[in-house]
């Protein structure tokens, strides 16, 4: 199949958004004494699966980048926002486990990272629109990880 022009537009355009928008919001937790938004999104995905998942699962979960998500991991451990637990079932294997603290952060970041996401994406973005670029994305997802 042959990308159309609007295709490579509206892929270019998503990535620049995208770039801009994380970057933004990265300065703002910065500048609120925050974590990186690496850390939202690790704790964000732990505390959605219900506290715990495992390391791997992890990895799936997390929507920014997963290169480096053990040093992340060994970082979030150490400011005491998570914890690590042995599978039981497999020696080899572990789960993350979010802390309360590591909620607590949740909390305090959440409200930074929301006001970038109402003043930068919200505006711009209907609700028809947000569900239609959130289809056809999770199609683009799931193709990819079908492949």
């Given amino acids: 199949m042959k990308l159309t022009q609007p295709q490579l537009d509206a892929w270019r355009s998503l990535l620049r958004g995208q770039a801009l928008l994380i970057e933004e919001v990265e300065r703002r937790l910065a500048a609120a004494d925050l974590p990186p938004l690496g850390w939202y999104d690790v704790l964000t995905a732990l505390d959605k699966a219900g506290g715990r998942l495992r390391i791997h ?81 999770e199609r683009v997802t799931d193709s990819v990880r079908n492949a």
Avoid: N, Q
């Fill in 57 to 137: 699962e992890l990895a799936d979960a997390v929507i920014l980048s997963r290169s480096g998500l053990t040093r992340l991991l060994d970082r979030l451990e150490a400011a005491g926002l998570l914890r690590r637990e042995p599978c039981e079932d497999d020696r080899r294997g572990s789960y993350a486990v979010i802390t309360p603290a590591g909620r607590r952060m949740l909390k305090r970041m959440w409200p930074v990272y929301e006001r970038a996401l109402a003043e930068h994406f919200a505006p711009h973005v209907g609700a028809g629109e947000a569900r239609a670029l959130r289809s056809a994305l």
